[in-house]
């Protein structure tokens, strides 16, 4: 199993000269299985890079995990160049809500006035999956989509494959209305989706000066992070959904906070990075 990071910006793209070292795209992780098979965790605008990187490498077949339907996830999947291919089969999968389809929900984005063509006319095979509440199969791996602290249906996904595992939950806050460090670790949001993990990508939006006034926005502090993943016992923490107002010296500034917060938990945190590469093993 391998992953890389082609945006890891949170809540609006953030191109320009302060945001180049980690980068300025929105949520898009790409895993590639033992047996090839491709999973991508959100479409955010990172997606777009995906896709031109897919280009030219045969048919595109793939499953796309969509962890919630606000914009900052979900606004480059229209970019992205598999979607206009015919031979490219794409299984979507995301929250389910008992008003609408996943489809019909996407479809408010992709069709006019907000794009310019419905989401009917894609010509690339669809199939549209709602998260199933237990462990369902993709390729070689199981995953488990598991629902988090945030506004409207959201998850957060775990990926296991050989004894590895990634879990990914890039908007939660966890510490809403709590005290993490009091809780019972089965008692706080998402630590059936973290626990153990080996990988952890996790919000980490805000200093912690910053969280109170944010409070009940979907986000988490630094501290609230490394606690969420200390009471989980994840192995490695990749901080995630990079505020777009931090520049690349303030997510920096956050880093060198978070040795102290980790104190004697393992590897200390790191930021995600544009075009990284996380290793298993």
């Given at each position: 199993?391998?992953?890389?990071?082609?945006?890891?910006?949170?809540?609006?793209?953030?191109?320009?000269?302060?945001?180049?070292?980690?980068?300025?795209?929105?949520?898009?992780v790409?895993?590639?299985?033992?047996?090839?098979?491709?999973?991508?965790?959100?479409?955010?605008?990172?997606?777009?890079?995906?896709?031109?990187?897919?280009?030219?490498?045969?048919?595109?077949?793939?499953?796309?995990?969509?962890?919630?339907?606000?914009?900052?996830?979900?606004?480059?999947?229209?970019?992205?160049?598999?979607?206009w291919?015919?031979?490219?089969?794409?299984?979507?999968?995301?929250?389910?809500?008992?008003?609408?389809?996943?489809?019909?929900r996407?479809?408010?984005?992709?069709?006019?006035?907000?794009?310019?063509?419905?989401?009917s006319?894609?010509p690339?095979?669809i199939?549209?999956?709602?998260?199933?509440?237990e462990?369902?199969p993709?390729?070689?791996?199981?995953?488990?989509?598991?629902?988090?602290?945030?506004?409207?249906?959201?998850?957060?996904?775990?990926?296991?494959?050989?004894?590895?595992?990634?879990?990914?939950?890039?908007?939660?806050e966890p510490?809403?209305?709590?005290?993490?460090?009091?809780?019972?670790?089965?008692?706080?949001?998402?630590?059936?989706?973290?626990?153990?993990?080996?990988?952890?990508?996790?919000?980490?939006?805000?200093?912690?000066?910053?969280?109170?006034s944010?409070?009940?926005?979907?986000?988490?502090?630094?501290?609230?992070?490394?606690?969420?993943?200390?009471?989980?016992?994840?192995?490695?923490?990749?901080?995630?959904?990079?505020?777009?107002?931090?520049?690349?010296?303030?997510?920096?500034?956050?880093?060198?906070r978070?040795?102290?917060?980790?104190?004697?938990?393992?590897?200390?945190?790191?930021?995600?990075?544009?075009?990284?590469?996380?290793?298993?093993?």
């Open positions: 199993m391998r992953a890389t990071v082609w945006g890891c910006r949170g809540s609006l793209a953030t191109p320009g000269a302060e945001t180049i070292r980690y980068g300025g795209n929105t949520s898009c790409a895993v590639r299985l033992d047996d090839g098979t491709l999973v991508i965790l959100d479409a955010g605008t990172g997606i777009r890079n995906l896709g031109l990187y897919l280009a030219g490498r045969g048919a595109c077949r793939a499953h796309l995990l969509l962890t919630h339907l606000h914009l900052d996830h979900l606004e480059g999947l229209g970019f992205f160049g598999p979607l291919e015919p031979e490219t089969e794409l299984d979507i999968w995301g929250p389910p809500s008992t008003v609408q389809s996943l489809s019909d996407i479809a408010r984005y992709l069709s006019p006035p907000l794009f310019p063509i419905q989401l006319d894609i690339s095979r199939r549209w999956h709602d998260v199933p509440l462990r369902w993709i390729g070689s791996a199981t995953v488990l989509a598991g629902p988090v602290s945030h506004p409207g249906p959201t998850v957060g996904f775990r990926i296991e494959e050989d004894g590895h595992s990634l879990a990914y939950i890039p908007d939660h510490a809403l209305g709590l005290d993490l460090e009091a809780l019972p670790p089965e008692w706080i949001s998402g630590y059936n989706v973290a626990a153990d993990a080996e990988v952890l990508l996790h919000d980490a939006q805000y200093r912690e000066d910053e969280y109170p944010r409070v009940g926005w979907g986000h988490s502090s630094i501290a609230d992070a490394v606690t969420f993943a200390r009471k989980s016992s994840a192995r490695r923490l990749v901080m995630f959904h990079h505020d777009p107002l931090h520049s690349d010296d303030d997510l920096e500034a956050l880093l060198g978070a040795p102290d917060l980790w104190d004697d938990a393992g590897e200390s945190p790191e930021l995600a990075r544009e075009r990284t590469e996380l290793s298993f093993g």
